[in-house]
């Protein structure tokens, strides 16, 4: 409530300042983006991986799935990209802002249920990912790139089967919560196996197991400092960028939506089908602004839908969290203006491309330009 999300963004700016000073002290910049435009095939190299012991481990445990069969990308948008890796490198390519909901657990299914309906809304705004490897696919590439990056099934001869370990997930939640958990242990093989000696109310194994299974909204176990145990939601279909304040106007939006969700006294699942929800969001990471999704049995323009119906109840979610006025206004006018102006961060990275004939180098550090002057995307120009 109040100026929370202001804090957040002061907080984050800082934060983003100190690491932007530090890049620059090495000669580099950092950038704020759904997948880099100028990353290339041959950079996503097990040489290039971080030395965390984690990732190494994941990358050995999921070829050993694989039974060391290549990880093959395949992705149709405006143009048609085909690679093979024999790493889970391809995942590093893609970066997402994560908002995280602590919700008290009676509400649980509700809230879980309700970020899956906002899935497809907050992906048509928020698109900032159009390249991969030169090729112009779809205006949220990432959600593509990251489900094929770890293309791995559930158990034993299911590997390849209805299951993947990154997904929308297979079902609205309908008693618990824990029907997540309950399907990762019967679904998906344990990825990371390791000892632990903490005691069993830490849930540190079924952390773990928890935090190799991608959904792209996923309930999460955490603690608080005194040790009580909490629930959160993590909705990951938002990408990074183009600034942080485009960053917090989608935040506002997610958070308000999923909150008027929550105010309705009809929950918003028995409305809309789970095949419904899940399709939408696919169409609107495939399109964008562009998309028509399938909302309450009627095909509908996605940005009337936005501007006519899911802008105002964002509004009031928000006033019903009592975020300050202003900062609703602000936040919530960022996000028209851009449905208005249909200018997404795909959508400025395409057009700007275009009008140089292709030069993804320029575009990128013309979008570096225009990050570090920190204005919503919306009114960057060309």
Not at 104 to 121: E, F, G, Q, T, W
């Amino acid at each position: 409530h109040g100026d929370a999300l202001r804090k957040m963004q002061t907080e984050l700016q800082a934060t983003w300042q100190t690491c932007s000073e530090a890049a620059q002290s090495l000669n580099n910049d950092l950038i704020m983006i759904g997948i880099l435009p100028t990353v290339r095939d041959e950079d996503l190299t097990l040489a290039n991986m971080s030395q965390m012991t984690r990732y190494e481990a994941l990358n050995e445990q999921v070829m050993r799935l694989r039974r060391g069969r290549p990880v093959k990308l395949d992705i149709n948008g405006h143009e048609h990209l085909l690679s093979t890796h024999y790493d889970v490198m391809l995942e590093a390519a893609a970066t997402s802002f994560q908002v995280h909901t602590q919700v008290p657990l009676k509400d649980a299914v509700r809230y879980y249920n309700a970020a899956m309906v906002s899935s497809a809304p907050l992906v048509a705004v928020s698109n900032n990912s159009p390249f991969l490897f030169g090729n112009d696919l779809w205006a949220e590439t990432r959600i593509p790139l990251f489900e094929q990056a770890v293309e791995l099934g559930g158990l034993g001869g299911a590997s390849f089967g209805p299951m993947k370990r990154v997904s929308f997930g297979s079902g609205y939640a309908h008693d618990s919560v824990m029907e997540c958990f309950t399907e990762n242990c019967e679904h998906f093989p344990i990825l990371l196996p390791v000892e632990y000696n903490s005691p069993a109310e830490e849930l540190r194994h079924l952390r773990l197991h928890n935090g190799t299974i991608w959904r792209w909204n996923r309930p999460l176990i955490g603690f608080d400092a005194d040790g009580t145990p909490h629930l959160r939601i993590e909705h990951r279909v938002i990408p990074a960028g183009p600034t942080i304040i485009d960053a917090f106007a989608n935040t506002a939006f997610y958070f308000g939506l999923q909150q008027a969700f929550m105010d309705r006294s009809t929950p918003i699942e028995h409305e809309i089908e789970f095949a419904h929800a899940r399709d939408n969001f696919y169409a609107a990471a495939k399109h964008g602004l562009q998309a028509r999704l399938l909302w309450q049995g009627k095909h509908v323009p996605v940005k009337t839908l936005l501007l006519e119906e899911l802008l105002p109840m964002a509004r009031s979610g928000l006033e019903s969290l009592a975020i300050d006025r202003d900062d609703i206004d602000d936040y919530l006018g960022i996000i028209e203006a851009r449905i208005r102006s249909g200018q997404t961060g795909s959508v400025w990275q395409r057009q700007h491309a275009q009008q140089l004939k292709g030069d993804l180098r320029t575009m990128t550090a013309d979008y570096l330009h225009w990050q570090q002057r920190g204005l919503p995307v919306h009114e960057w120009e060309h």
